[in-house]
Nanobody, 124 residues
Framework: QVQLVESGGGLVQAGDSLRLSCAAS????????MGWFRQAPGKEREFVAA????????YYATSVKGRFTISRANAKNTVYLQMNSLKPEDTAVYYC?????????????????WGQGTQVTVSS
């Protein structure tokens, strides 16, 4: 089992920045690819960003590329999502997820463990 706890969400204005953190506990963190997803009210959960087990590969949704950066600190069992130039359409609950696999996936079904989510609200 892997437990994931997100933090860092909040209410910000358009153009502001936030950094989300996801602290992992349980099994060896470095064995897992990590991803961030988000879900807005009335919408399906969508992929935001993912990172391979050693941080060597990163992937982004087109909507966030150039604004968001995913990173990880395996020594701290933590994955981060730096979000810059936030827009109202980024408003959602953000979830981190862990996938026990070598090949990074962008689909929710490819992840084995999920956090409880943290709310990000961007006002215009």
């Amino acid at each position: 089992q892997v437990q994931l706890v997100e933090s860092g969400g909040g209410l910000v204005q358009a153009g502001d920045s936030l950094r989300l953190s996801c602290a992992a506990s349980g099994r060896t963190f470095s064995n897992y690819a990590m991803g961030w997803f988000r879900q807005a009210p009335g919408k399906e959960r969508e992929f935001v960003a993912a990172i391979s087990w050693n941080g060597g590969s990163t992937y982004y949704a087109t909507s966030v590329k150039g604004r968001f950066t995913i990173s990880r600190a395996n020594a701290k069992n933590t994955v981060y999502l730096q979000m810059n130039s936030l827009k109202p359409e980024d408003t959602a609950v953000y979830y981190c997820a862990a996938a026990f696999r070598v090949v990074v996936t962008t689909t929710p079904g490819g992840y084995d463990y999920w956090g409880q989510g943290t709310q990000v609200t961007v006002s215009s």
